[in-house]
């Protein structure tokens, strides 16, 4: 079973817009995590954001955490073409990361 | 260059075959994790093991099999039992609260 779910699904946006996915998770956390993967390639990690934290920033990369309401935010700002790929929240279940199904980003050139 | 490594890239499987997927890293960390990708489904768990020697199922372990006798290898065995295997399967060691992947294993069945 997967801890966070990752909204939208998909998201199709032009290059240098903003591009912002969402992610809800279900049982309290330590941290979460974000990652990337490219279309047939392993995931990478990006950044993790802990629960006493609730912003953020690692270049052009904006995370946001609610504990209250169990939810983080990615923010890729001034988006490339070359940001195209899917991205995942990983929390955990018992201390393995567990992933959600991921939100497809593609930015069109 | 420290890192993780699966192979092959590419595995195809006749029916009734088992075949193993090879997962290495020189990262020296303790866990390390199979997870199966289909579309639209994210990463299942199939098994992990978190110490050299032991090793536990997931969420998905039936028709697949592990073994963890050095910390640096834990190869998958995916098993005839297993009925629809093709999928993309990733292997993840973890140290420090970040998971570093392999580059993944398309096992598509012929």
């Known amino acids: 079973s997967q801890q966070g779910e990752e909204d939208p699904q998909a998201l199709s946006i032009q290059e240098g817009e903003n591009a912002t996915m969402n992610c809800s998770y279900k049982t309290s956390i330590n941290n979460l995590q974000w990652y990337r993967q490219n279309s047939g390639r392993g995931l990478v990690h990006l950044i993790l954001i802990r629960s006493n934290e609730r912003e953020k920033h690692s270049g052009r990369l904006r995370v946001t955490l609610d504990t209250s309401k169990k939810s983080s935010s990615l923010l890729i700002t001034a988006s490339r073409a070359a940001d195209t790929a899917s991205y995942f929240c990983?929390?955990?279940?018992?201390?393995?990361?567990?992933f959600g199904r991921g939100t497809s980003l593609i930015v069109h050139p | 260059d420290g890192g993780i490594t699966q192979s092959p890239k590419y595995l195809f499987r006749k029916e009734g075959q088992n075949v193993t997927l090879s997962c290495e890293q020189n990262?020296?960390?303790?866990?390390m994790y199979w997870y199966r990708q289909d579309p639209g489904q994210g990463l299942r768990l199939i098994y992990y093991?978190?110490?050299?020697?032991?090793?536990q199922k997931g969420d998905i372990a039936e028709g697949y099999s592990v073994s963890r006798e050095k910390k640096e290898s834990f190869p998958l065995t995916v098993t005839s039992a297993q009925k629809n295997p093709t999928a993309f399967y990733l292997c993840a060691s973890e140290g420090r609260m970040e998971a570093f992947f392999g580059q993944g294993t398309r096992l598509t069945v012929v």
């Open positions: 990983a929390t955990r279940r018992s201390y393995i990361p567990t």
């Open positions: 990262l020296n960390h303790d866990a």
């Open positions: 093991s978190q110490i050299v020697n032991d090793f």
